[in-house]
């Protein structure tokens, strides 16, 4: 399983940034990779599918979301990133009133490329969103 963490120390304070990215459908409202996203409900489970840059679609799982621990944590069902078996949690930890730090963390196989590319990718993900949120939040 490879493992990729991401944080960023951000000048707002934990529920500030969290009223912005703490809609499991909000995705498109920060997040520069994504166009457009929709929530639906399919057997209980709640359901985002993010249309990206470029066409397509990637399909992801609500596994757990709270708003008291300013945590989600998410599962991808489908779509054309190169892995498999992946699961992340985009998570603020306050410090102090006016600052928190994002941390954004994923497990998942290489599916289709080899480890050191599909990390680059999901990197690249979270970093791109990381500074999305940093340019937002000084």
Known sequence: MLKVEETATLNASAKAVWDVIGEFGGLDDWHPAAVACTTSEEGGDVIRTIAIPGGGS???KLEALSSKQFSMTYSIVDGPLPVANYRSTLKLEP???????AVWSGEFNASGADDEAAEAVIRGIYTSGLDALKKRFG
């Open 95 to 101: 410090q102090g009133d006016e600052a928190c730090k």
């Open 58 to 60: 990637l399909i992801e």
